[in-house]
C-alpha cells in the first residue's frame, strides 16, 4: 500500500513538472528571443502567442499544452492505487497539470490560463466530455470573436458534461473546481470584457 502511495506522489510530481514545461514560452523564446511574458497578457498561452508568431503558432501552442494533460492522466491511470475506481489518481495528476501550467516551477510561478491543458485532461478522463467541450470552446470562440468567453463557457459546462456522460463522481468534482480555479485566472479578462476593451480574435 506505501509503495502505491508512493507511486502516486511521483506520479502528482511529475504531472506537475510536465504541466510546468513553458511550451508558449519557449516557442517564442526560439523563434524571436523575446520573453512572451512582457507581451500582449503576459500569459504564456497560446492567445498571447498568437500575438507574436500568429495563428499557426496558436494552434501549435494549444496542441503542445492539451498534450500535456493528456499524458499526465495516462501516466497516472497506468498506477494501480488505493481508491482508483473512483479516478482519483487521474484526477489528482489532472489537477497538477494544470497548476503547473499556470505556475510554472521553470518561469518563476508564473505560467498560462491552463485552458488548452484543462481540456487535455478532461479528453483524457473521458473523451465524450473532452470533445464536447472542445466543439463548444471553438463554436463560442468563432461567433464571439472572443477566446475568453469561448474558455469560460466551454469549462463552466465541463462538470454538466461529464455528468451527463456518466463519469465518475471524482472527474465531476475535478471538473467543477477546475472551472473556478481557470475562471479565476481569467478575472482581468472578465474586467476587460465588462469595460468593452477584451482583445477580439483578429
Not at 26 to 49: E, P
Not at 127 to 138: N, R
Request: charged share 10%.
Amino acid at each position: 500500500m506505501l509503495g502505491k502511495l508512493l507511486e502516486l506522489g511521483l506520479t502528482v510530481i511529475i504531472a506537475y513538472l510536465i504541466g510546468s514545461i513553458p511550451t508558449g514560452y519557449l516557442i517564442v523564446k526560439a523563434k524571436t528571443g523575446q520573453d512572451i511574458r512582457t507581451v500582449g497578457s503576459g500569459s504564456t498561452g497560446a492567445t498571447n502567442v498568437k500575438r507574436v508568431l500568429g495563428k499557426n503558432y496558436f494552434f501549435l501552442v494549444m496542441a503542445l499544452d492539451a498534450l500535456k494533460g493528456i499524458i499526465s492522466v495516462l501516466l497516472a491511470e497506468h498506477f494501480i492505487t488505493a481508491g482508483s475506481s473512483l479516478g482519483i489518481a487521474p484526477v489528482l495528476a489532472s489537477i497538477a497539470v494544470i497548476i503547473g501550467h499556470s505556475k510554472s516551477v521553470f518561469l518563476q510561478f508564473k505560467g498560462g490560463k491552463s485552458v488548452a491543458s484543462g481540456v487535455g485532461t478532461i479528453l483524457a478522463l473521458n473523451w465524450e466530455a473532452g470533445l464536447t467541450i472542445a466543439i463548444v470552446w471553438g463554436f463560442v470562440t468563432y461567433t464571439t470573436k472572443y477566446v475568453s468567453v469561448g474558455s469560460i463557457i466551454a469549462l463552466v459546462l465541463s462538470p454538466f458534461l461529464m455528468y451527463f456522460f456518466n463519469a465518475p463522481a471524482a472527474y465531476i468534482a475535478y471538473c467543477f473546481l477546475g472551472a473556478i480555479y481557470i475562471i479565476y485566472l481569467h478575472r482581468e479578462n472578465i474586467k476587460r470584457l465588462i469595460a468593452g476593451n477584451e482583445n477580439k480574435v483578429r
